[in-house]
C-alpha cells in the first residue's frame, strides 16, 4: 500500500527513478550516454542477495581478526573467487605490529573490593556460539601501553579535552590518577592520548546502556542491542596521528623494512588501557564520590554519576605479546582496455574484531557481487576503458594497516595511476551515506538518483533528502528545498581511505547505507550472522543497493572519456569551508572579549554555588584579525578556473570536438591527478603524514573530519602564527589545483 | 577567602552593595530618600534567622493539609503572633471542596501481575517520622475524578499535547486506554486534561528517577533527592481554566454561597488520576510493548521506555469523599498614617500537602519576620502611610483556593484599594527569581541591588546578572553585558498571585530565591524540617535575604509618596511582547508552507523507516497576513504615554512642587489602577475568569506563562478569527492603560 502511494507520489514529482536524466551522465558524450546507462542496467539486473547471504554466511563461521586461522582463510577464499572470475589476482602480506593479550586486570580496592570479569558473555542461542566460544579474542584496546598501575578514579565523560575543562571547574585534575570513559563523541583512541596528556596514569573505556544498551532497546538475541557484559573491542593507536603499522611510517611494512622501536612508535599509547562492560563498569560508578556529573554526562546506569578524584582507588593491568603478524590483501585486477595505466580502486576490508558479520563482511560481500558482476560483464564481451582493481584488506580494524601498508609500499606508482578510489566498510538498512572528495561529488550525487530503496523503491538520494527535509538542521533543510542533487560529506577517517585520500591525494569516496538497522554488536561477540539477519539488514537489499551505487560509479569512473570530475562543486564546498573559517575566527574573537570580560569581572565565580568548589576559567589569549586574504584570493582563483574548465568543456562536446587517445590520457591524467595537488609533503603540524590540505581527522576528534585542517586547528588552538602558515600552504594548494586545472581546460581548447 | 575576593572585585566594579545608589529610590523625592533608606536598613538590621527557624520549627512538627487539625493549630499560632505584634488581625473562613481519597487501586493485569504498593516509605531518622506515619496523607491527586477503570497502559512522556503528536506518528492514540506520564514539563492538571481530551479513561503520574531521583544525586536521608518510593502528591484541579474552590467560581465560597454541583464544577478532572513513586511505576515500564520511546523520552529506570498501546492491561480506581472543608486565612493589618484606603498586601499559603517545611513554611517564616520587623518600627513610632495588610493563606495546594476564594468576595474593595500585592511561596538557598508585573520591575531590581547574598555578601542582583552573564541563553547573555538592572518574569500560575493579578488586575510580584539548595521533596513526606535544614537553606540565610528584598519592597509601596511604578518598563515589555507575535505569527507562516510543501511531496513517509508503523503529518492550515497594526499603535501610544508621565513627574520632582493628600492620593489611585486597566471583563476564550489582557498560565502549560494570552493563544491554536478578535481586545486593553497613564500625566501638570 505504502508503495503505490510512493510511486503515485513519484510520478506527480518527477523524481527519476533508475531512468535516465535528460542530460548525459558527467563524463560522458550525448552519444555515449545511452549505452553506458544500458551497461549500468544489465551491472545491476545481476546482482543477487542470495550470493551476498552465501558468502556472508561462509566468512562468518568463526571469528577472524587480523592473524586469525579463519582470516587467512577468508583471504583465500576471497581470492579464490577472484580468480574464478577471471581477475589476475594477488595476495600481499605485509608484517605488522599487532599486540595481543598477556595480562588484564581490573580491580577496585577501594571503598570496597570487586574485581571486573573483563569477560563477554558468548550468547548461546547464536549460531556462531561455539566458535566464539573457541576463538573470540577477549576485549582489550590494540595499542594500549603496557603498565600495572593503581590510583584514585575519575569519570571524565567521553574523554575528549572540554570534558576535562568541565573537571577543571570542579577543581579536579587527573594527574596519576584513572580515568573512566565512556564510549562516543570522539575516536576512542583520544580517549587515552588526552587523559595521558592530562597525566593520567591508566584508562578505563566502558559502554554506557545509554548509548548502545537497554536505553536504546532490547538486549540481542530478545533486540538489537548490547547486554550488560557484551564490550566493545577496539584499537587505541593514534589515528589522527597516522594510520597504518606503527613501526614503519610511510613505507610498507615488508618483511625486512626498517621498523621503528615499539617505545619510538608515537601512535602506540604510553598508558595501559581496558576496555569494559557496563556490568563490569557499575559497582566502579557506585563506588565514585565527588561532585554530581553535569546532566550531559549522565548514562542509563540506575546510579548517581559522580566524578570521582577522591578515594576511589583501582588497579589496572594490562600487559600485551607485541607480536608482528602478517596481513593479507588480497588485490584482483581487471586491466583496462584503452587506459591500462589509469586505475580505479574500491576497497573493503576482510578483517573483523570477532565475527564481524556487518563490520566488514557487510561491506565486503557487495564489493565481490559487484566483482562478479564485472566478471560476467567480461565474460560478455565487456571491458572497462580503465583498469579496475578490486582491494581487499586485512588489518583494518587495528589502524587500517593493510591499506595504508600497501599505499606506502605502491605510493610512486598510485600517484601516477590512481584514478579515485572507492571504499566501503560496513552496510545496514537504512539512508545512503557518502563521504568524499567534493571533486567527485555530482558523480555519485547522479548515480544516487538511480538506484531505488530496495524497501521503498524510491530512489536512494530522494530518501536521503526527504530525511534531510524532515530531520536535517535548518541549514540542511533549507538548502534541500532547492537543491535537488545530494551533498557528500567531507571525510575525516576510521576505514581505509585513509592513506588514499589523506596521505596521497587520491580522490576517495567512503559509502555505506546506514541508521536504520541498528544495534549495539559494534565490535562485540554478537556482530554475527544471526544478528545481521534478524536485525540489520535481513535480505541484504541494501547490500545489493551498495553494490549498484558503487558499480555505478566504478563503472562511470572507468568507462568515461573525460573523468566525472566536478570542480565547480569542489570550488563551490572549499570556498565553504574558507567562509566557515573566516566566521570561525570573527566569533572566536567576539566570545573571547566577552570571556575576558566576564573573567575581568569574576562573573564566572559570583555565578556558581558558594558552597561548592568551584574554579573559575581564566583570561583567553585574544583572537588578532587574521589575514586571510591569500585563501580568499586562492578560493575566488579556484572558482574561476573551474568555472573556465566546465565552460571549455561543454564547448568541446557541443563542437563535438574528438580527442585522441593520448590527449585524453593527458587530459584525465591532468584531471584526476588534480587531488593530488592538495597535497603538502610538509604535512599538517606535527603529524605530517596527513598531507591533505583540505580533508584530515581532527587531531582531538579522530573520527570526525577538520575541513582545511591546517588552518581550522591553528585557529582552534589559538596558535596566531601557525594560522599564518597554514593559511600559506593551504592558499598554496588551492593555486596548485587552479592552475592544474587551467592547464586541463588549456587541453580542451 | 573567596568573599575578600569578592569585596575586591566589587571595590573595582563598583557594585552597590546595600550602599544607597546617587538617584533617590523610584517613588521618592531627593529629599526623602535618606530618610526611606534608614527605615529600610533599621528593617533589616531586625531581622533575626533564629526567628524563622523555631517558627519553621514548630509549624512543622506534623502534616498540616488543608482540613487538617495541624493547618488549624498553624492559622492560630499565626494569628496569634500578628496579635502579639499589634496588628488588627482576623481569620477568614472559606468553605472548599477539598475531595480525601476513599479508594486507590493500581494494578497491572497483563502479561503479569503486580499490584502496586501506592504508599511512600517513611524515612525514619527524620524527626517527623512519627507524626508523618501517624497523620500523612497518602499520595493521590485531588479532583481526579471517580473512577474504576480497566484498559491498554500508553506511555505519553510528560502528557502534553506536542508528546501526543509524536504518539501520532507511531500510529497510536489512547482512546480507552490508561495513560502513564512523568512529571515535569507543565502543570500536572494538563496531563490528565489532556489525556482526557484524547479520549484517555484513566491517568498515572509518576516520579521518573531522572528529574529527581537518583539520576539528581542520592537518596534522602543520604542526599536531597527521592528514594524508589517518594511520591509527588499534587492538585490537578484545571488551574489555567481557573483557580478556587471549584463549585464557587467568581465569588467567595462563604458558608451559604451559591454552589455547583460537583459534575458541572469544570475544573474537575473528568478521568481518574494517581500519582506513584518510581519503583511503583518500573513493574508497569517492563511490561510495556510497543515502539521504543524517543530519546528525550527515556528516564532514568534501567530499562527500555516503550510506547505500550497494546497488551499491556492496567487496572485504576480512584474514589473520593467529596468533602467541604473550612479555610482559615489570617488577615493582619496595620493600619496606614495617610492613605489608610491604599493597601499593599503580602502574602504566602501555610496549608502543605504534608509536611511543608520548604513548601509553604520556607516562605512564610520570612514574611512573618517581616511582620515582626514592621511590629517593631511601629513600636517605635514609625506608622506606614498606606495600609500594610499580611496574608497567610490556607488552601493553595489545592488549587489557591484560600487567597482566590477572599479576592473573590472582597473584590470590590481590593479594586478600589489594592496598590499591589507581594507573594511569596517557597525559599531556598540560591538565586534571587522575581516574576511580577512589569509595571513594577525597575522597584523589584533596586531593591535587589541593596539586598547582599547571605553566603558571598555580593549583592543579590549582581548574583543573577552574573549567573545569566554566565549561564543565561545567548540573547539574556547579551542583553545583561549591557544591562544593569535585573529583568523580572511574566507570571503564569501555581501560586497565590493569580486572583490578585489575572482575576483583578493587581499590580504582584512572586518572589522566592531558588537554584542552588536543591532536592527531591516536593510535595513529598520527606519535605521536612530535617531535609530542609540539611540541603535547602540550613541557617535560613535565604529566608533573611527574602524578608529583606520583600520588606523594602513593602516599605516602599506604603511609604512613597508617588508609587514607584515604572510605565517606561512596562511599556517597553509589552512592545517586545508584541513583537514576539508578530515574528511568531511570521515564523508560524514561514514554517507552515515548508510543512505543506513536505506534505504534499510526501517526504515526511520517504524519510521514515520503511519497517515501521508511521503515520505522516497531514497539512495544516495556511497562516494568513495577520492585521496587527491596532497592537502595534497601541503600544507605541503606551510608549509615548509612559515617556510623557516619566518626563512630567521629574519635572514636578525637580521643580519642587508639593501636591496636596487630596492630590496625591488621586495620583497615586491613578497609578496603582493602572494595572486594572488591563483586565478585559469578557475574560480570556473560553476561560473567562482569567482577565489580564498581558499575562496568563498557559491554557496547555499551566505553570508557565503565555504573554498577550488571547492573542498568543490564538495563534498558536491557529484560530485567525479569534486572533483578530483578542488584538481588538488587547489593543482596547493597551489604549486604555496609556490613556489612565496620561490622566496621571495630567495630575502632574
Not at 578524584?309 to 588480497?330: C, D, M, Q, R, S
Not at 570550488?571 to 575581568?600: C, F, K, P, Q
Not at 559570583?606 to 585563501?631: G, M, Q
Request: charged fraction near 25%; include cysteine; hydrophobic fraction near 40%.
Amino acid at each position: 500500500m505504502r508503495f503505490v502511494l510512493h510511486s503515485f507520489v513519484l510520478l506527480l514529482l518527477g523524481v527519476p527513478v533508475s531512468v535516465p536524466a535528460a542530460e548525459p551522465p558527467l563524463g560522458f558524450a550525448s552519444s555515449q550516454a545511452a549505452q553506458q546507462l544500458a551497461l549500468e542496467d544489465r551491472h545491476d539486473a545481476m546482482l543477487n542477495s542470495a550470493n551476498l547471504k552465501k558468502w556472508m554466511r561462509e566468512m562468518t563461521t568463526r571469528p577472524h581478526h587480523l592473524g586469525s586461522p579463519k582470516a587467512k582463510e577468508n583471504a583465500e577464499y576471497v581470492a579464490k573467487l577472484f580468480q574464478d572470475w577471471g581477475y589476475e589476482t594477488e595476495t600481499e602480506v605485509f608484517h605488522v605490529l599487532f599486540p595481543a593479550p598477556k595480562a588484564r586486570e581490573l580491580s577496585l580496592l577501594r571503598p570496597y573490593p570487586f574485581k571486573a570479569s573483563l569477560t563477554e558473555r558468548i550468547v548461546s542461542t547464536d549460531s556462531a556460539a561455539a566458535a566464539l566460544e573457541k576463538e573470540a579474542l577477549p576485549p582489550y584496546n590494540a595499542y594500549s601501553g603496557d603498565g600495572d598501575v593503581t590510583g584514585p578514579l575519575v569519570y571524565v565523560n567521553q574523554g575528549v579535552p572540554t570534558d576535562y575543562e568541565v573537571l577543571e571547574r570542579h577543581g579536579i585534575d587527573v594527574k596519576g590518577k584513572i580515568v573512566i570513559a565512556r564510549y562516543g563523541g570522539s575516536w576512542r583512541g583520544i580517549k587515552v592520548k588526552v587523559a595521558a596528556e592530562k597525566g593520567a596514569i591508566g584508562c578505563i573505556i566502558y559502554n554506557d546502556p545509554l548509548d548502545d544498551g537497554y536505553a536504546q532497546g532490547g538486549a540481542y538475541p530478545a533486540g538489537a542491542y548490547k547486554h550488560g557484559t557484551a564490550v566493545q573491542r577496539g584499537s587505541v593507536v593514534d589515528l589522527p596521528m597516522r594510520p597504518g603499522d606503527p613501526l614503519t611510517p610511510n613505507r610498507g611494512a615488508t618483511k625486512d623494512a626498517k621498523r621503528l622501536r615499539i617505545e619510538d612508535a608515537e601512535t602506540v599509547m604510553k598508558i595501559p588501557v581496558l576496555p569494559i562492560s557496563s556490568v563490569d563498569a557499575e559497582p566502579f560508578f557506585r563506588a565514585l564520590d565527588g561532585p554530581v556529573a553535569p546532566a550531559t554526562w549522565r548514562g542509563a546506569l540506575p546510579l548517581t554519576y559522580r566524578l570521582g578524584g577522591g578515594k576511589t582507588i583501582v588497579h589496572l593491568k594490562a600487559e600485551f605479546h607485541w607480536n608482528i603478524v602478517p596481513t593479507y590483501n588480497v588485490i584482483a585486477r581487471m586491466k583496462g582496455s584503452e587506459f591500462p595505466d589509469q586505475w580505479v580502486l574500491r576497497g573493503n576490508h576482510h578483517d573483523a574484531w570477532v565475527i564481524g558479520a556487518r563490520d566488514p563482511i557487510s561491506g565486503l560481500v557487495p564489493l565481490l557481487e559487484q566483482a562478479r558482476a564485472f566478471s560476467e560483464l567480461a565474460k560478455k564481451g565487456w571491458r572497462p576503458r580503465r583498469t579496475v582493481i578490486f582491494c581487499v584488506w586485512d588489518g583494518e580494524e587495528p589502524g587500517l594497516l593493510g591499506s595504508t601498508e600497501w599505499v606506502e609500499h605502491h605510493a610512486d606508482e598510485l600517484r601516477k595511476k590512481a584514478v579515485a578510489y572507492v571504499n566501503t566498510d560496513t552496510n545496514a538498512r537504512g539512508l545512503l551515506g557518502i563521504g568524499g572528495a567534493h571533486s567527485i561529488e555530482t558523480l555519485a550525487a547522479e548515480v544516487a538518483q538511480l538506484v531505488p530503496d530496495p524497501l521503498t523503491g524510491i530512489s536512494v538520494s530522494e530518501r536521503l533528502r526527504s530525511a534531510r527535509l524532515v530531520h536535517g538542521d535548518a541549514e540542511e533543510r533549507k538548502e534541500y528545498l532547492t537543491r535537488k542533487s545530494i551533498r557528500i560529506n567531507a571525510l575525516g577517517s576510521g576505514s581505509d581511505y585513509s592513506a588514499f585520500l589523506q596521505h596521497l591525494g587520491i580522490a576517495s569516496y567512503y559509502i555505506g547505507f546506514r541508521g536504520e538497522g541498528v544495534g549495539g554488536e559494534y565490535h562485540t561477540c554478537f556482530d554475527t550472522f544471526d544478528h545481521y539477519s534478524k536485525y540489520i539488514d535481513p535480505e541484504l537489499g541494501y547490500g545489493v543497493a551498495l553494490a549498484k551505487v558503487c558499480g555505478r560509479i566504478t563503472l562511470r569512473l572507468a568507462n568515461a572519456d573525460i573523468l566525472p570530475f566536478d570542480f565547480n562543486a569542489q570550488a563551490e564546498t572549499i570556498n565553504g569551508y574558507i567562509g566557515e573559517l573566516t566566521r570561525l575566527s570573527d566569533e572566536m574573537r567576539g566570545d573571547t572579549e566577552t570571556h575576558n570580560r566576564l573573567v575581568a569581572e569574576d562573573r564566572f565565580s559570583i555565578a556558581a554555588d558558594p558552597t561548592l568548589k568551584y574554579i573559575p576559567p581564566t583570561r583567553k589569549d585574544p583572537v588578532p584579525h587574521l589575514n586571510f586574504a591569500a585563501l580568499l584570493n586562492a578560493g575566488k582563483k579556484l572558482t574561476q578556473s573551474a568555472a573556465d574548465f566546465h565552460k571549455a568543456l561543454n564547448h568541446a562536446r557541443s563542437a563535438g570536438r574528438n580527442l585522441t587517445t593520448e590527449q585524453l590520457t593527458r587530459l584525465n591524467q591532468l584531471i584526476y591527478q588534480t587531488e593530488r595537488t592538495l597535497i603538502d609533503k610538509r604535512g599538517l603540524p606535527r603529524r605530517p603524514w596527513f598531507r591533505h590540505q583540505i580533508y584530515a581527522p581532527g587531531f582531538y576528534t579522530g573520527y570526525g573530519v577538520k575541513t582545511i585542517p591546517g588552518v581550522r586547528e591553528a585557529i582552534e588552538e589559538r596558535n596566531w602564527q601557525e594560522t599564518d602558515e597554514q593559511i600559506e600552504h593551504a592558499s598554496a594548494a588551492l593555486n596548485r589545483l587552479a592552475g592544474q586545472i587551467e592547464s586541463a581546460t588549456g587541453l580542451l581548447r
